[in-house]
């Protein structure tokens, strides 16, 4: 499956989130009908480019919004607490018995889900430290979201923003493909649920959480 990729602050007090998915064993996993690696990323893939759909969400507040998560809890956007949050928006995350839709490898920034919530999973610890909590957002329903939660382990949740109510609040860059609307992916670092900072595009995807741990720990980050 993905691996774990390779001047310290005083680390932040981390927020107690520690999330136990419960549900079929991740090794018995469908079988495998997929054509290509759902957990690496293919090389040649068309690069996104800045296309300033993003440029208007530093220093926004956070809108009253709640999302259901994979943990069976609503999630208020603009009560997330002290500290960081990430939010770490994606298009879909496949299947491994489902091959992706034709044409998707082509869409600059669409490929890449799996191997990033992975990212997001091996670098969590290393988040929390930092007083930083992640949560994962996407389009998806709870249900289809769920499937990927426990197969990858995610210790953090996922949140559902099947309804738009996020993505037309904050006007956060989308595209569609066969018809379905989906969210660009982007990743918002929060603190006291204002928009601190926006990484957009986000490329490669399975780098995204080592570059949120280096901006975290850089001299340009403020102390939540």
């Not at 900072?197 to 399975?206: E, I, R, S, T």
């Amino acid at each position: 499956m993905c691996g774990l990729r390779g001047a310290n602050r005083t680390p932040a007090r981390a927020p107690a989130q520690v999330v136990e998915l419960e549900g079929p064993n991740p090794a018995e996993e469908p079988h495998v009908t997929r054509k290509d690696d759902l957990y690496t990323l293919p090389t040649g893939l068309p690069v996104p480019v800045d296309d300033g759909a993003a440029g208007h969400l530093v220093g926004r507040s956070m809108p009253a919004v709640a999302l259901p998560s994979t943990i069976g809890q609503h999630v208020r956007l603009d009560a997330l607490g002290p500290g960081w949050t990430v939010l770490y928006c994606y298009p879909r995350t496949g299947r491994p018995d489902v091959d992706p839709p034709p044409g998707w490898d082509d869409v600059p920034g669409a490929r890449g889900c799996t191997p990033q919530a992975c990212g997001y999973r091996d670098h969590h610890a290393e988040l929390m430290t930092l007083g930083a909590r992640v949560y994962g957002v996407s389009t998806q329903t709870t249900e289809y979201q769920l499937e990927m939660a426990i197969r990858l382990h995610l210790p953090f949740p996922v949140l559902s923003d099947a309804d738009f109510r996020l993505t037309d609040a904050l006007a956060l860059p989308t595209f569609e493909i066969q018809g379905i609307r989906l969210l660009r992916r982007l990743t918002l670092l929060l603190r006291a649920n204002r928009v601190e900072h926006c990484f957009y595009p986000v490329f490669p995807p399975d780098a995204d959480a080592e570059q949120v741990l280096d901006w975290l720990r850089g001299p340009g980050a403020p102390v939540p």
